[in-house]
């Protein structure tokens, strides 16, 4: 299925648990053809995987442990390849900004600072 709102390179790959689809996966358009030759499952992290390993991982063509794959957006259902990164470890992974991450820890640290102020 083509995605609406991405444009024509972008297709979406149903995954799936217990036994419906349960999110949509974003992929590149010339990736299609192998990715859908796959049912891919809803892990326990929220990866899109199958018993050949992970759908960011089988985009980019790499094995289980090779190196890390960063997803840019931070989204996890977004496997197209320019939002995939590959990283040596996790500290380049975390080394850009992350806009959920950095939100969550300026919120807990101002809720400490208010908690310090009124205690």
Request: glycine share 8%; hydrophobic share 40%; net charge positive.
């Amino acid at each position: 299925m083509r995605g609406k709102g991405w444009g024509a390179n972008v297709v979406i790959v149903p995954v799936w648990k217990g036994g419906e689809p349960v999110l949509f996966a974003l992929i590149d358009a010339e990736d299609a053809i192998r990715v859908a030759s796959q049912t891919w499952h809803l892990s326990p992290g929220g990866y899109a995987v199958t018993w050949r390993g992970s759908m960011h991982r089988f985009v980019l063509g790499l094995s289980k442990g090779d190196r890390i794959v960063h997803h840019i957006n931070e989204q996890k259902m977004d496997n197209r390849k320019a939002n995939l990164e590959i990283c040596a470890d996790m500290s380049a992974a975390n080394a850009r900004p992350h806009p959920k991450r950095d939100e969550a820890i300026r919120r807990a640290m101002d809720t400490r600072a208010l908690r310090r102020r009124y205690a």
